[in-house]
């Protein structure tokens, strides 16, 4: 057995996909609780929030046609979701020494403004706790199935996958998964 | 047999959100979408696009990947969450 391996601590990774919002401090307490019962002692806790933007004009032809956008309809592959994020934190874990994280993605309807996905992160300091934030956030726009529609005043339209979220990646020099 | 799963635009514009296939030697997903293609129903040339993702069992493959009897296949369009 690799000793350097042996005496590396798995981080805790606990990925949910819900339908129904979170509460970001309720979260942040969970893990704290998680941390404390493992007699793990963290020195930085990074918290992302991604919301519905109130306008996706960017990502269609003619969104003027079809007026306000209303809400997001987020569609995914239950069986394989859950895994693909945990696959992704591990392959962090294996870049970067953190203590644990949680990922909560919502599915199902969300209106303007409502939170879509939270990434909370602790390790013993801040470099590492803000990079596997941004790595698990990149790698889970470009591989984990969800698929996200558009809902208008006036018709709705899918999201077309962005060309920047798989550049996004070039600075991780790791192919995608 | 083996199961297949569609989702989003791709579900919609196919129609179908699941089927079966019966399984047979040597099946690949080209050969796959190559017997789909023999039904003469021109929906299924949809599979054809490159920026058609599949998954065996939960695992992105590419189109030579070798498909087992009972294996679950996924088609669909790239990903779009966070």
Known sequence: ????????????????????????????????????????NMGALATFTGSVRGSETGAFDDAAAYGELLALDIEHYPAMTQLTIEAIALKAAQRWPFLACRVIHRVG??????????????????????????????????????WKKAIFEQGEQWVAAKVSDTEALDKWSLPSL | MIKILFF??????????????????????????????????????????????????????????????????AFFPPVTGG
């Open chain 2, 8 to 73: 989003a635009r791709l579900r919609e514009q196919l129609g179908t959100r699941e089927c079966s296939v019966t399984w047979s030697d040597n099946m690949t997903v080209q050969s796959l979408i190559n017997h789909l293609l023999t039904n003469n129903d021109d929906k299924w040339q949809l599979l054809l696009a490159d920026e058609v993702v599949v998954a065996i069992n939960q695992q992105v493959v590419g189109r030579d990947a070798r498909i087992k009897d009972g294996d679950e296949l």
């Open chain 1, 1 to 40: 057995m690799d000793i350097n391996n042996a005496s590396k601590l798995s981080p805790l990774v606990s990925v949910v996909i819900q339908s129904s919002t979170f509460d970001v401090p309720a979260e942040t307490r969970l893990l704290e609780k998680a941390l404390a019962d493992n007699r793990i």
């Open chain 1, 109 to 146: 309807r969300l209106a303007v403004g409502e939170p879509i996905v939270l990434v909370l992160v602790a390790s013993s300091h801040r470099k590492e706790a803000f990079a596997v934030c941004e790595f698990i956030l990149d790698y889970l726009k470009t591989a984990a199935p969800f």
